[in-house]
């Protein structure tokens, strides 16, 4: 099975059910698959989409995010799902990085389309969903223009479990973003370890919330439900809150995929007897951050659902392991290894580390990518012994169950949202008034972790907190902007020179 033949079956077996909701709109299998043939078709005949050309998608939640992603990958083309936060320069280097040929997007997104316009090297066309792109927008065509009068049968297109099929761009240790490579194979295999181990069934409903692009959301919102048979109940977003609730109240959806934050929120929420008697999941996955047991047992008490930790991250597809739906749950552990994945704690020399010992978590499965494209030697370093290195630390005891002690990189999670240090620091660096800068995670009641910049200032300069705020904004996504500006006389350091960001954590802001 690849996630071509994956939509085929299920829209053959189950051609009249609805496959998704979204905002009165609803499509059933045999149609949602009658439209993702015609927009494949469309992107072969008209755009020259050929196997294994990168497609970029830069749509918010809905529906069409999901015609896209299937008509791609239909093609036996690849999938570059791009972050709907970035900055114009941001989205340039991601293009160009990947070579990508098409560019399917919305109206929405113009003025940053029109920043990147004609500076992507190997971009061919751009699919404007929703009306008529104006006429400065380069080689730009309508979603009518690809789809009308195409062929609405199953492209013809052989496409191996080892076919590249989805890019996930994830911070480097440079600061740049890198493409986890992730094939057909990847995928089915983690949804079919999600599925087992969830205990899923057609009849689940998963409630959407998160942002598409996401590979949390990828995994468990798109392809799972496509994978067993499922339905879908999209939203845009989680704002307005009653919307959500209304969605749940109507639509009952039975699987809930997000971030400690939402839990939080519905766990401090208070909701009218209807939106609790309609809330009836029978699993809740928390994923993207760590999840705070303060939370979890809010959660549990206020509504009749396992609330599940889980731990995975792109270059794993992205699932890796969860807390069981029926069994032990252990409060602030990430679970155990999902069906088919391997998880060991290694010591720095690569050595198994003994039960309760901390060392970096490795994992090795069907599910873990092919490598970094075009960066071999990143590849090789995260592939050392044969197993993927997280760069997470962590420990596991004597049930097998895996534990989160601390991040070995110096990543920051904001909302679900990756930010990596030195992309601020190096920005803040060319600052004029700048010459020392340190960016580090402080942990947030609602975000789970806040960047927070330390910066030390020339001799005689003066800056104030906003000035720094307002020249980092135009320059990359508003997550990405410091929360917290600290400006310090002088930085910790160690014998060496290098900055103690440990003790820049232990500062008061």
Same mark, same amino acid.
């Given at each position: 099975m690849n996630l071509k033949t994956m939509l085929e079956t299920s829209a053959e077996k189950f051609a009249e059910k609805d496959l998704f909701f979204f905002?009165?709109?609803?499509?059933?299998?045999?149609?949602?698959?009658?439209?993702?043939?015609?927009?494949?078709?469309?992107?072969?005949e008209v755009l020259s989409v050929e196997?294994?050309?990168?497609?970029?998608?830069?749509?918010?939640?809905? $529906?069409?995010?999901?015609?896209?992603?299937?008509?791609?990958?239909? *093609?036996?083309?690849?999938?570059?799902?791009?972050?709907?936060?970035?900055?114009?320069?941001e989205i340039s280097f991601v293009l160009n990085d990947c070579e990508v040929k098409c560019l399917i997007t919305e109206r929405h997104f113009l003025e940053r389309v029109k920043a990147i316009n004609r500076r992507i090297q190997?971009?061919?066309?751009?699919?404007?969903?929703?009306?008529?792109?104006?006429?400065?927008?380069?080689?730009?065509?309508?979603?009518?223009?690809?789809?009308?009068?195409? *062929?609405?049968?199953? $492209?013809?297109?052989?496409?191996?479990?080892?076919?590249?099929?989805?890019? !996930?761009?994830?911070?480097?240790?440079?600061?740049?973003?890198k493409a986890a490579v992730l094939c057909h194979r990847n995928f089915v295999a983690n949804v079919e370890s999600c599925q087992k181990h969830l205990s899923l069934v057609p009849g689940d409903r998963f409630l959407l919330v998160l942002p598409m692009f996401h590979s949390f959301c990828l995994t468990v919102n798109c392809l799972l439900p496509v994978f067993i048979g499922g339905s879908i109940v999209?939203?845009?977003?989680?704002?307005?809150?009653?919307?959500?609730?209304?969605?749940?109240?109507?639509? /009952? &959806?039975?699987?809930?995929?997000?971030? &400690?934050?939402?839990?939080n929120v519905l766990a401090r929420a208070d909701l009218p007897e209807e939106v609790l008697r309609s809330f009836n999941f029978k699993a809740c996955v928390s994923g993207s951050a760590a999840l705070p047991e303060a939370v979890l047992r809010a959660f549990e008490e206020k509504f009749p659902t396992p609330l599940l930790e889980g731990y995975g991250l792109s270059e794993t597809?992205?699932?890796?392991?969860?807390?069981?739906?029926?069994?032990?749950?252990?409060?602030?552990?990430?679970?155990?290894?999902?069906?088919?994945?391997?998880?060991?704690?290694?010591?720095?020399?690569?050595?198994?580390?003994?039960?309760?010992?901390?060392?970096?978590?490795?994992?090795r499965g069907p599910n873990v990518m092919k490598g970094?494209?075009?960066?071999?030697?990143?590849?090789?370093?995260?592939?050392?012994?044969?197993? !993927?290195?997280?760069?997470?630390?962590?420990?596991?005891?004597?049930?097998?169950?895996?534990?989160?002690?601390?991040?070995k990189k110096e990543l920051i999670i904001s909302k679900g949202m990756k930010i990596y240090p030195r992309q601020i620091e190096e920005l803040l660096y060319a600052h004029p008034k700048v010459v020392d800068a340190a960016v580090v995670a402080r942990p947030h009641e609602t975000q789970g972790e806040i960047p927070v910049a330390f910066i030390?200032?020339?001799?005689?300069?003066?800056?104030?907190?906003?000035?720094?705020?307002?020249?980092?904004? $135009?320059?990359?996504?508003?997550?990405?902007?410091?929360?917290?500006?600290v400006f310090i006389k002088e930085f910790p350091?160690?014998?060496?020179?290098?900055?103690? /960001?440990?003790r820049l954590r232990e500062m008061p802001g």
């Amino acid at each position: 099975m690849n996630l071509k033949t994956m939509l085929e079956t299920s829209a053959e077996k189950f051609a009249e059910k609805d496959l998704f909701f979204f905002e009165g709109r609803s499509e059933t299998y045999g149609d949602f698959n009658s439209e993702t043939n015609r927009l494949a078709h469309g992107l072969m005949e008209v755009l020259s989409v050929e196997k294994g050309d990168r497609v970029a998608i830069l749509l918010r939640n809905r $529906p069409e995010f999901l015609t896209a992603l299937y008509a791609v990958l239909k *093609c036996g083309a690849v999938v570059v799902p791009v972050n709907t936060f970035l900055a114009p320069d941001e989205i340039s280097f991601v293009l160009n990085d990947c070579e990508v040929k098409c560019l399917i997007t919305e109206r929405h997104f113009l003025e940053r389309v029109k920043a990147i316009n004609r500076r992507i090297q190997t971009l061919r066309s751009i699919v404007l969903i929703d009306g008529q792109p104006p006429d400065e927008i380069y080689l730009s065509l309508t979603y009518n223009d690809v789809t009308q009068d195409r *062929c609405s049968a199953d $492209p013809d297109v052989s496409i191996s479990p080892d076919d590249d099929a989805i890019f !996930l761009y994830t911070s480097g240790t440079t600061g740049k973003p890198k493409a986890a490579v992730l094939c057909h194979r990847n995928f089915v295999a983690n949804v079919e370890s999600c599925q087992k181990h969830l205990s899923l069934v057609p009849g689940d409903r998963f409630l959407l919330v998160l942002p598409m692009f996401h590979s949390f959301c990828l995994t468990v919102n798109c392809l799972l439900p496509v994978f067993i048979g499922g339905s879908i109940v999209m939203l845009e977003s989680i704002r307005p809150f009653d919307k959500m609730l209304r969605a749940i109240a109507v639509h /009952k &959806p039975t699987v809930l995929a997000a971030m &400690p934050q939402l839990y939080n929120v519905l766990a401090r929420a208070d909701l009218p007897e209807e939106v609790l008697r309609s809330f009836n999941f029978k699993a809740c996955v928390s994923g993207s951050a760590a999840l705070p047991e303060a939370v979890l047992r809010a959660f549990e008490e206020k509504f009749p659902t396992p609330l599940l930790e889980g731990y995975g991250l792109s270059e794993t597809a992205p699932a890796a392991a969860i807390n069981p739906l029926e069994g032990v749950r252990k409060v602030g552990s990430i679970g155990v290894p999902i069906p088919g994945v391997e998880i060991k704690i290694f010591d720095e020399a690569d050595n198994e580390v003994a039960v309760g010992e901390v060392g970096e978590l490795v994992i090795r499965g069907p599910n873990v990518m092919k490598g970094y494209f075009k960066r071999p030697d990143e590849t090789a370093d995260v592939f050392r012994s044969g197993w !993927l290195h997280t760069g997470d630390m962590g420990k596991t005891d004597e049930d097998g169950y895996f534990y989160i002690v601390d991040r070995k990189k110096e990543l920051i999670i904001s909302k679900g949202m990756k930010i990596y240090p030195r992309q601020i620091e190096e920005l803040l660096y060319a600052h004029p008034k700048v010459v020392d800068a340190a960016v580090v995670a402080r942990p947030h009641e609602t975000q789970g972790e806040i960047p927070v910049a330390f910066i030390s200032l020339k001799e005689g300069a003066e800056a104030s907190k906003s000035e720094i705020t307002d020249y980092l904004r $135009p320059k990359v996504a508003r997550y990405k902007v410091p929360r917290e500006i600290v400006f310090i006389k002088e930085f910790p350091r160690t014998p060496t020179g290098k900055i103690l /960001k440990r003790r820049l954590r232990e500062m008061p802001g």
